[in-house]
């Protein structure tokens, strides 16, 4: 079974504090996603990454594909109240053709 | 506003109701998707329509019936349906099938908050 696993599940924390989360596999993946899910919405992506070590921002937001291509890491920096909600990272396997997988979805509550 | 349109929003249903969920999108994209969100569990995928065949069925229970008359329009019937059948049901679209490759985005619906007495 392909699992993608993030972690932490549930951080709370205060507005202008940094933070990270994580998306970790055994499989490797063709390319990797982030998406936002804000409460009473759909998930929206963030952005894509497709190469081993790539480095993508987003403004206070930065998102890094591991080496091997198997791990994912979101960075927030000074995070505010509107970044809160529900983030999910997909990964298109590798030996079937880009098929997405979805990991659990790490829920981000910043207080203000 | 991300071009597709989920209805309805809210549904209740006994186990015994027959009840629809639509879905339509206004992007020209080519596949859809059905997806159930489940609190503390993964996306699980339930079946993808790309030029309006069908193209994945992960194994879900016939008590849930997709059909797709166009490109636009994604249904999911539902019938004699269980409790833990309760859920967020997604609808997608992308440009291509993002299965079959490449690194196309998923367009999601708000989806549908579906729960089974």
Same mark, same amino acid.
């Given at each position: 079974?392909q699992?993608?696993e993030?972690?932490?599940?549930?951080?709370?924390?205060?507005?202008?504090?940094?933070?990270t989360?994580y998306?970790?596999?055994?499989?490797?993946?063709?390319?990797?996603?982030?998406?936002r899910?804000?409460?009473?919405?759909?998930?929206?992506?963030l952005?894509t990454v497709?190469?081993?070590?790539e480095?993508?921002?987003?403004k206070?937001?930065?998102?890094?594909?591991?080496?091997?291509?198997?791990?994912?890491?979101?960075?927030?920096?000074a995070?505010?109240?509107?970044?809160?909600?529900?983030?999910?990272?997909?990964?298109?396997?590798?030996?079937?053709?880009?098929?997405?997988?979805?990991?659990q979805?790490?829920?981000?509550?910043?207080?203000? | 506003?991300?071009?597709?349109?989920q209805?309805?929003?809210?549904?209740?249903?006994?186990?015994?109701?027959?009840?629809?969920l639509?879905?339509?999108?206004?992007?020209?994209?080519?596949?859809?998707?059905?997806?159930?969100q489940?609190?503390?569990?993964?996306?699980?995928l339930?079946?993808?329509? &790309?030029?309006?065949? !069908? =193209?994945?069925n992960?194994?879900?229970?016939?008590r *849930?019936?997709? /059909?797709?008359?166009?490109?636009?329009h994604l249904f999911?019937?539902?019938?004699t349906?269980?409790?833990?059948?309760?859920?967020?049901?997604?609808?997608? &679209?992308?440009?291509? !099938? =993002?299965?079959?490759?490449?690194?196309?985005e998923? *367009?999601?619906? /708000?989806?549908?908050?579906?729960t089974?007495?």
């Amino acid at each position: 079974t392909q699992l993608l696993e993030q972690s932490p599940q549930f951080l709370s924390i205060q507005e202008g504090e940094n933070l990270t989360v994580y998306c970790n596999s055994s499989s490797v993946f063709s390319s990797l996603q982030w998406y936002r899910q804000e409460p009473g919405e759909g998930p929206v992506l963030l952005v894509t990454v497709v190469t081993g070590g790539e480095v993508k921002k987003l403004k206070r937001l930065t998102f890094q594909f591991g080496d091997a291509r198997k791990d994912s890491s979101l960075h927030i920096t000074a995070a505010q109240p509107g970044d809160t909600g529900l983030y999910l990272c997909a990964g298109g396997l590798y030996n079937q053709g880009g098929k997405l997988i979805f990991g659990q979805g790490t829920e981000l509550s910043v207080k203000p | 506003e991300t071009g597709v349109t989920q209805t309805p929003r809210h549904l209740v249903m006994g186990m015994t109701n027959k009840k629809s969920l639509k879905c339509e999108q206004h992007l020209g994209h080519n596949a859809m998707y059905w997806y159930k969100q489940s609190a503390k569990k993964p996306l699980e995928l339930m079946f993808v329509y &790309s030029l309006e065949e !069908r =193209v994945e069925n992960n194994s879900v229970p016939s008590r *849930f019936s997709p /059909e797709c008359p166009n490109s636009s329009h994604l249904f999911l019937h539902l019938h004699t349906l269980q409790p833990e059948d309760s859920a967020l049901y997604l609808c997608a &679209s992308s440009s291509d !099938r =993002v299965q079959a490759g490449g690194n196309g985005e998923l *367009f999601f619906g /708000e989806g549908s908050r579906l729960t089974v007495l």
